[in-house]
C-alpha cells in the first residue's frame, strides 16, 4: 500500500508566512501552521480576526500576497485542482437543495466528483452510515432539522474521502442539544477516518477536545497549543479564560 502524502514538515496541511491584505487592513500578518491527520486543529478568532479570509487562501477563491500552502505534500498553488480533490468542505452557507431528498442531494454532488452507478451509493450509504443518518436517503432536505442538515452536509463532504476537513463554523446556528452532537461527531470522523480537520470557530465550548489551538487575533496567530498548554500559558483555569485573555491583550502570557 503507498504511504500516505505528506508535507515538509509531516503534516496533511502545511502553512507558511501566509500575508494578506485589503488596502490599508492586514487580514492575514505572516500565518504558519500546520494541522496533522486523525486529529481536529482549531482556528479560534473573534470577529474580524481573520479565519474567513484564510479559508478562502486554503479553498483558492483568493490569492495570498505572501506565502505557501502545503497540501500532502504538494504546493497548493502549482496544483491547485489535485489539493482541493482532496479536501471536503463545509462552510456557513447551507448547500443542500431543500427541494430534493438527501439521497439525490449527495447522488447530485457524487455524481459532480465521478462517482456514478454502486460506487455512488456505497459512498453514500458508507458516510450517512458514520454520521447515523442510514435512513434518511428517502427523506426532503426540508423537513429536517437544522443540525440534521448540518451533519448531512458533512456527509456529503465525505463523499470524496477527503484527507483535509476545512470546517468554517460548521455549528452556525444550531441549537445546544445538536452543536453537541455534531461536535461528537467530527471529532470521532477525524479519528476513524484519518482526516486533518481544521475547525474555524468563535465557541471556545466546542472545540475544547482539540488536539491544537491556534488563537487568530487581527490576522496574526497569537498562541498556540493543546488546550491545557493555552490554560496553562495564561494562567488561566478555562480554555475560555485563555482564549479571552489571548484575544484581548494579542500575545500570550498575560494573566487571566
Ligand atoms: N473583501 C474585503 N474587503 C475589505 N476588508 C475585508 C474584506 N474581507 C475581510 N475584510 C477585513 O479583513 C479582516 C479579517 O476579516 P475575516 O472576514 O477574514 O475575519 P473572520 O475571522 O472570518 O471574521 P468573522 O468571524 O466576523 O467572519 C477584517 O478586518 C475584515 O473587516
Same mark, same amino acid.
Not at 443518518?133 to 429536517?144: A, I, M, T, Y
Given at each position: 500500500m503507498s504511504q500516505p502524502a505528506i508535507t515538509r514538515s509531516g503534516a496533511a496541511l502545511d502553512v507558511r508566512g501566509l500575508s494578506k491584505s485589503y488596502g490599508r487592513i492586514?487580514?492575514?500578518?505572516d500565518v504558519s501552521f500546520a494541522a496533522e491527520r486523525g486529529s481536529v486543529t482549531a482556528l479560534l478568532g473573534l470577529n474580524g480576526a481573520g479565519k474567513t479570509t484564510l479559508f478562502q487562501i486554503l479553498t483558492g477563491l483568493f490569492v495570498a500576497d505572501r506565502g505557501t500552502v502545503q497540501v500532502l505534500g504538494e504546493d497548493f498553488a502549482a496544483r491547485p485542482t489535485a489539493a482541493l480533490a482532496s479536501m471536503g468542505l463545509v462552510f456557513q452557507q447551507q448547500v443542500l437543495? *431543500?427541494?430534493?431528498t438527501v439521497m439525490h442531494n449527495l447522488a447530485f454532488y457524487a455524481g459532480l466528483h465521478g462517482l456514478r452507478g454502486s460506487v455512488a451509493r456505497d459512498a453514500i450509504a458508507s458516510c450517512l452510515g458514520q454520521l447515523g *443518518? $442510514?435512513?434518511? $436517503?428517502?427523506?426532503?432536505?426540508?423537513? *429536517?432539522s437544522g443540525g440534521t442538515r448540518r451533519k448531512i452536509e458533512i456527509a456529503r463532504a465525505l463523499l470524496t474521502t477527503p484527507e483535509i476537513l476545512l470546517l468554517d463554523e460548521?455549528?452556525? $446556528? *444550531?441549537?445546544t442539544g445538536s452543536r453537541r452532537a455534531l461536535v461528537a461527531d467530527l471529532f470521532t470522523l477525524a479519528r476513524e477516518r484519518d482526516i486533518a480537520v481544521l475547525w474555524a470557530t468563535h465557541l471556545v465550548q466546542e472545540i475544547e477536545e482539540a488536539s491544537k489551538v491556534i488563537v487568530l487575533h487581527r490576522g496574526r496567530i497569537v498562541a498556540e497549543g493543546s488546550p491545557s498548554d493555552l490554560m496553562a500559558r495564561s494562567g488561566s483555569l478555562t480554555l475560555e479564560a485563555a482564549f479571552l485573555s489571548v484575544a484581548r491583550t494579542g500575545q500570550e502570557g498575560a494573566a487571566a
Open positions: 492586514k487580514a492575514l500578518d437543495d *431543500l427541494d430534493l *443518518l $442510514g435512513d434518511l $436517503g428517502p427523506r426532503q432536505v426540508r423537513e *429536517l460548521p455549528s452556525s $446556528g *444550531l441549537d
